[in-house]
T-cell receptor, first 110, second 112 residues
Framework: EPEVTQTPSHQVTQMGQEVILRCVPI?????FYWYRQILGQKVEFLVS????????KSEIFDDQFSVERPDGSNFTLKIRSTKLEDSAMYFC????????FGQGTRLTVV | GENVEQHPSTLSVQEGDSAVIKCTYS??????FPWYKQELGKGPQLIID?????GEKKDQRIAVTLNKTAKHFSLHITETQPEDSAVYFC???????????FGSGTRLSIRP
C-alpha cells in the first residue's frame, strides 16, 4: 500500500523557536496537505498545496506558518515562533485518486 | 462554510454485532467521501471511500452508503471484532485540489 512518510515522529521545542516538519508524499500524487489534531480533537485543515503553490489555507494558517516543496519530493511545514498552543499532532496527506495520511509528527512546545 | 457532522461521538457494541456511523455534509459540490480509522498515536488510515456516482460500496465487513440528495453518508461495520476499536472519521472533499473536511470522529469500542 502506498505510504506518506513524516519525520520526525516526535519533536520537542522551546517556545519561540522555529520547527520544520517534513513529509515525503506518495510519488505520483500532485496534491498535498497539512492538517493539525490537538489531542483528542478533530482533524483540522491547515493548507493545501498544488503545482508548487498554496491552493487553499485555513484561518489557522497565518503568517506563523509556511510550506515548501524544496526539492520535488519533500514537503515541509515551517512553524515560526512556536507557542504552547501549537502543541498538537501534525499530519501530512497526499492525494491522487485517494487521500492518504502520514503517521504524524507529535509537536510539543515547552 | 463547509461542514461535516458526524454521529454518534461514542459507540459501544458487543463483539459480533454491527456498528453504524452516520455523517452529513453541507457542500453540495462534495463528490469524494473517505472514511478513516485512527488508532491511538497514529495517523488516519483510509479504510474505504465512496464517490458521488455510486450509492454503495462494500469491502469485506465494511460498507459505505451515500445519499447525495439528502447529503448523508454512513459507515457500516458488520461482525465487529476487538481490533475494530478505534476512532473513525468521515470526511468530504470536492475536487482533488480542495481540502478534505473531517467530521468530529466516533470512538468505537467493541465489548468482548
Amino acid at each position: 500500500e502506498p505510504e506518506v512518510t513524516q519525520t520526525p515522529s516526535h519533536q520537542v521545542t522551546q517556545m519561540g523557536q522555529e520547527v520544520i516538519l517534513r513529509c515525503v508524499p506518495i510519488s505520483n500524487h500532485l496534491y498535498f496537505y497539512w492538517y493539525r489534531q490537538i489531542l483528542g480533537q478533530k482533524v483540522e485543515f491547515l493548507v493545501s498545496f498544488y503545482n508548487n503553490e498554496i491552493s487553499e489555507k485555513s484561518e489557522i494558517f497565518d503568517d506563523q506558518f509556511s510550506v515548501e516543496r524544496p526539492d520535488g519530493s519533500n514537503f515541509t511545514l515551517k512553524i515560526r515562533s512556536t507557542k504552547l498552543e501549537d502543541s498538537a499532532m501534525y499530519f501530512c496527506a497526499s492525494n491522487g485518486m485517494e487521500a492518504f495520511f502520514g503517521q504524524g509528527t507529535r509537536l510539543t512546545v515547552v | 462554510g463547509e461542514n461535516v457532522e458526524q454521529h454518534p461521538s461514542t459507540l459501544s457494541v458487543q463483539e459480533g454485532d454491527s456498528a453504524v456511523i452516520k455523517c452529513t455534509y453541507s457542500d453540495s459540490a462534495s463528490n469524494y467521501f473517505p472514511w478513516y480509522k485512527q488508532e491511538l498515536g497514529k495517523g488516519p488510515q483510509l479504510i474505504i471511500d465512496i464517490r458521488s456516482n455510486v450509492g454503495e460500496k462494500k469491502d469485506q465487513r465494511i460498507a459505505v452508503t451515500l445519499n447525495k440528495t439528502a447529503k448523508h453518508f454512513s459507515l457500516h461495520i458488520t461482525e465487529t471484532q476487538p481490533e475494530d476499536s478505534a476512532v473513525y472519521f468521515c470526511a468530504a472533499q470536492g475536487s482533488s485540489a480542495s481540502k478534505i473536511i473531517f467530521g468530529s470522529g466516533t470512538r468505537l469500542s467493541i465489548r468482548p
